[in-house]
């Protein structure tokens, strides 16, 4: 379908506030933080920070008891963004879905390059599960889960914890990176134009990997020799987002390894417009469906 009018404003709105050729990583991160797109999220009855050895965390409890929980890694080309620019979505999250979501402030490139994003958003998973009761959740109901960068992380430490044997209820990827060769159908036609750009994508593969190898599984999920095993999936795209065909390739790789997953692609809208509901009607939509996929993995009743 054509683009969303939303996504057409909204594309209008970036147009005019363009980037520079060679984007300054603190500027842009200064940005990241700044984006009124996203909200503020609701109250909820604790929000925590703490940390897993030097990795900072958040973690929002949406009720007392012990309850499921979701390990939350945010996107931003893991060069940019960080805590405060995922909380929006972390708030929204653990209500809509009833269960904690703890929240990995992993370790950035260009300062912390590949694979410091994947030790760190793995050494944060592992903690939830091991010390479940600490955290007040459940140890054989924890997901992970993520938008952009975020979604790829989640994608590549699901599998690490299957090759270590820690079990996990779920995988929750939005708009997720799971590919490494910035040449599908999709990253080519909408390269330009559609808000993250190829141009983008490459300026953030650059910083993140620097010399290292790009098939590596830990980069790329899509390349991993086998999926069989990993936690049942819940994979976002969107229509006009470069990321789209890997996302929905990983999706059915994932099915063809014998991996629970569900598939669902919203027409009209543009990468990440999950994270933007004070832009994107579709967005509220999305949220629902992803935490009630999220609930149903737990084995709680649909809301």
């Known amino acids: 379908m054509p683009l969303h009018p939303q996504s057409v404003a909204f594309l209008e709105i970036m147009r005019t506030g363009a980037a520079p050729a060679e984007p300054d990583i603190a500027e842009m991160r200064a940005a990241t933080r700044m984006n009124p797109h996203r909200g503020a999220g609701p109250e909820l009855a604790a929000v925590e920070d703490a940390a897993v050895g030097a990795i900072p965390i958040r973690t929002y409890r949406p009720a007392d008891g012990v309850l499921p929980a979701l390990v939350y890694f945010h996107g931003g080309g893991w060069s940019i963004g960080d805590l405060n620019s995922a909380d929006p979505m972390c708030r929204r999250l653990a209500a809509e879905a009833g269960c904690v979501v703890v929240s990995a402030d992993y370790r950035l490139a260009p300062e912390h390059p590949f694979p410091a994003a994947v030790e760190d958003a793995y050494a944060v998973t592992a903690d939830v599960v091991r010390r479940a009761g600490h955290y007040g959740v459940a140890p054989d109901a ?58 983008a994508m490459a300026w953030f593969f650059g910083h993140y990997l620097g010399a290292a190898d790009r098939s590596d599984p830990r980069v790329a999920p899509l390349r991993a020799p086998d999926l069989s095993g990993l936690p049942p999936a819940t994979i976002l795209t969107a229509e006009y987002d470069i990321l789209r065909d890997e996302g929905e390739e990983y999706a059915r790789a994932l099915a063809a390894a014998g991996v629970p997953v569900e598939l669902r692609r919203f027409d009209g809208m543009i990468h990440n417009f999950i994270t933007m509901p004070e832009v994107f009607d579709d967005a509220a939509t999305a949220r629902a469906w992803v935490a009630d996929r999220l609930r149903r993995s737990f084995g709680q009743e649909e809301r």
């Open 142 to 199: 924890v997901a992970v889960g993520g938008d952009s960068a975020g979604g790829n992380l989640a994608a590549v430490v699901a599998r690490l914890a299957r090759d270590e044997g820690m079990a996990l209820a779920h995988q929750l990827l939005m708009c997720p990176n799971t590919d490494s060769g910035l040449d599908s159908p999709s990253f080519t036609e909408f390269g330009e134009g559609y808000g993250l750009s190829a141009a």
